[in-house]
């Protein structure tokens, strides 16, 4: 059974700083990965989808790496700013791509 | 581009009543995704719904808890006879095709369910 786990379930930073989020999946055998970003109070807005034949995507002071063998991903987000806090969730598809399997994520505060 | 709408965005009601979610997925979205937030739990997948059709329920609750998709109008998940334990946001989101293999999901701002 896939499980998706998140680490460090919360980071605070002071704004600049460039900082690292990272998830681990059990079952290598994933379609795709992707990173979401929730406002408290709101949805889910998608930042990155990583296909398993990639190595990682990037978008803007964004850039997300895939380690299929490893069970392992990153977010890396440079520069950060105080806009960027909010809780950071990674998820994959079940086996039968029917849904998304997601962390409990990373909450980050980035102070000014 | 209006995205996924989900409505009410806030809901009360009390033990024993029922309540209903709705969820209009973006334009030309045929497949919709319901999913769960707990207090301090991560999102839990529900049910998966083509148009008139369920794809995927093995995350939904066996008994009080039901999903739609009608050709017609918005995805409505109801909930019967409703529990404390129900309290949580719920979030719908949809794709184009099966979101599962490469096709993003989009998601709604959710609707946040108390009950008294």
């Known amino acids: 059974k896939q499980e998706v786990t998140q680490i460090p379930a919360a980071l605070s930073v002071p704004e600049g700083e460039n900082l690292v989020l990272n998830c681990s999946f059990t079952?290598?055998?994933?379609?795709?990965l992707q990173w979401f970003r929730q406002d408290p109070g709101k949805g889910l807005t998608s930042l990155l989808l990583?296909?398993?034949?990639?190595r990682e995507q990037t978008s803007g002071r964004l850039n997300a790496s895939l380690d299929k063998s490893s069970g392992r991903s990153t977010l890396y987000i440079a520069a950060s700013q105080p806009g960027d806090s909010a809780t950071y969730l990674c998820a994959v598809p079940n086996q039968a791509g029917t849904a998304l399997i997601f962390g409990k994520g990373t909450t980050l505060s980035v102070s000014s | 581009n209006a995205g996924v709408m989900q409505n009410p965005r806030h809901l009360v009601r009390r033990r024993g009543q029922e309540a209903r979610l709705r969820c209009s997925p973006m334009k030309g979205h045929s497949h919709v995704y319901w999913y769960r937030q707990l207090p301090e739990e991560g999102l839990k997948f529900m049910v998966y719904?083509?148009?008139?059709?369920?794809?995927?329920e093995s995350g939904m609750p066996k008994e009080r808890f039901s999903a739609e998709f009608p050709k017609e109008g918005p995805s409505i998940l109801r909930i019967q006879q409703v529990v404390r334990g129900d309290s949580a946001a719920y979030f719908c989101a949809s794709s184009t095709g099966q979101a599962g293999i490469n096709q993003p999901q989009h998601f709604g701002d959710g609707t946040r369910l108390s009950i008294l």
């Open positions: 719904l083509q148009k008139e059709n369920i794809i995927d």
């Open positions: 990583i296909q398993s034949s990639q």
């Open positions: 079952d290598s055998a994933i379609y795709n």
